[in-house]
């Protein structure tokens, strides 16, 4: 538990082939089902104060109570996900942490010193800031709002974890504006 964020709710991994991936953590790790969004609708993305389309493809599994989260960018807009790739690195690229009081947890990490290197929003409730605290791979820290729609997903995506029997390991998004 962190003192500053709480518990981590999910560790995401930067990849090259998302589809690779998802096969080898189902059928090798026995993690799933996935739940695959070919092009994640981010809006008001942000990276280092500027504006950018970005198209990124994500995949979502919990094993227990910790979300998997599988990015593969699909498109050259700069962010922390091709950062991390153009060091050479694969694999567990931020941790992230999920509120439902995202401006004051906000304010509060702000107040902290921390620094926002790259922010969006996925549907209503749904912002995201990761924060430029990345000094080795795999540190980068997400703060993830969970009040609306997102975090219903989320509860889903958990749910539908617990008796999983391995088929059907992909499945896809639901509509946000849905649930």
């Keep these: 538990m962190s003192r ?31 739940f695959y969004n070919e092009r ?27 979300q998997v989260e599988l ?3 699909r498109n050259d807009a700069p962010s922390m996900y091709r950062d991390f790739l153009a060091a050479g690195n694969t694999g567990l690229q931020h941790n992230a942490y999920w509120t439902t009081r995202f401006d004051a947890d906000l304010d509060r990490l702000l107040a902290h010193g ?15 800031v990761y924060f ?27 749910a539908e974890s617990l008796n999983w029997d391995g088929r059907d390991p992909v499945r896809a998004f639901p509509d946000l504006s849905t649930l």
């Design 114 to 128: 921390f620094k926002v290197a790259m922010s969006g929003e996925v549907g209503s409730n749904g912002r995201f």
């Design 4 to 34: 500053y964020f709480g518990e981590i709710r999910q560790a995401g991994y930067v990849v090259r082939d998302i589809e690779a991936a998802m096969d080898y953590w189902s059928r090798v790790l026995g993690v799933g089902p996935w």
């Design 40 to 66: 994640v609708p981010i809006v008001n993305y942000r990276y280092r104060g500027e504006a950018y389309e970005v198209h990124n493809s994500v995949a979502l599994a919990n094993s227990g109570p910790l």
């Design 71 to 73: 990015i593969q960018t």
């Design 132 to 158: 430029d605290t990345e000094t080795h791979p795999g540190t980068v820290i997400e703060l993830s709002e969970v009040a609306g729609p997102k975090g219903k997903l989320f509860d889903l995506i958990r």
